[in-house]
């Protein structure tokens, strides 16, 4: 596609419940990337996928949070046991390599209520 | 662990005004540095990508710098207009982290008419 996709723009949810979020990169990008942000800060950084494994997970706050891409295109971001602290805007990116210029999707809006 | 600052925060301006916003960053040992625009409620637009061989890269009235010596990069805006009202965010991909991009917290700009 033209930019990178992402579903659903918005997403409420019960604590406790299980959200994926879906990421369509720009086609023939290599490297795509989560990231996460909160009202008034710079994205923090999640997950980083080269292909389809995941080159960096560091970002990752613990172990509720999962994140695959499975043919190398399309990602889902996965959250279990949501809490109320997890609401955020989680973003997307896609760049053609590891180290070149990274354009960011319109990001999804999670509230855990 | 790389650390990256905005100044100012936030800056209000009359139309027509120049103007330069500040991003330093406390590790010098980068690859690349890449100015986002941000408007409310929307994903990240990428400006400009400075590679650290790089002094400075330009866009129509926007010029970016870098001084990778000193920790420093600087966005100036030439002529600015209402549709720059944005937050700017500037971020660093580190030579040796992979491919994370490190977030400054932004400068949320004002133009007034």
């Known amino acids: 596609g033209a930019g990178v996709s992402q579903t659903p723009s918005n997403k409420v949810t019960e604590k406790g419940k299980y959200v994926e979020l879906r990421c369509d990169p720009i086609s023939g990008h290599t490297a795509l990337y989560w990231y996460r942000q909160s009202l008034g800060q710079g994205p923090e950084f999640l997950i980083y996928?080269?292909?389809?494994?995941?080159?960096?997970d560091s970002g990752l706050p613990n172990d509720r949070f999962f994140a695959v891409r499975p043919e190398g295109s399309v990602s889902t971001l996965k959250i279990q046991r949501t809490e109320r602290g997890d609401s955020a805007v989680y973003l997307c990116?896609?760049?053609?390599?590891?180290?070149?210029?990274?354009?960011f999707g319109q990001g999804t809006r999670l509230t855990v209520v | 662990k790389q650390e990256v600052t905005q100044i100012p925060a936030a800056l209000s301006v009359p139309e027509g005004e120049n103007l330069v916003l500040n991003c330093s960053f406390t590790d010098s040992a980068i690859y690349n540095l890449q100015w986002f625009r941000q408007d409310p409620g929307k994903g990240l637009t990428s400006l400009l990508l400075i590679q650290s061989s790089q002094r400075e890269q330009t866009s129509g009235r926007l010029n970016a710098s870098l001084d990778k010596s000193s920790g420093r990069s600087t966005l100036y805006i030439a002529a600015s207009q209402p549709g720059d009202s944005a937050t700017y965010l500037c971020a660093v991909r580190r030579e040796t982290s992979g491919s994370r991009l490190t977030f400054g917290e932004g400068t949320q700009l004002t133009v007034n008419p």
């Open positions: 996928f080269q292909g389809t494994g995941a080159a960096d």
């Open positions: 990116a896609s760049s053609r390599g590891r180290e070149t210029e990274a354009f």
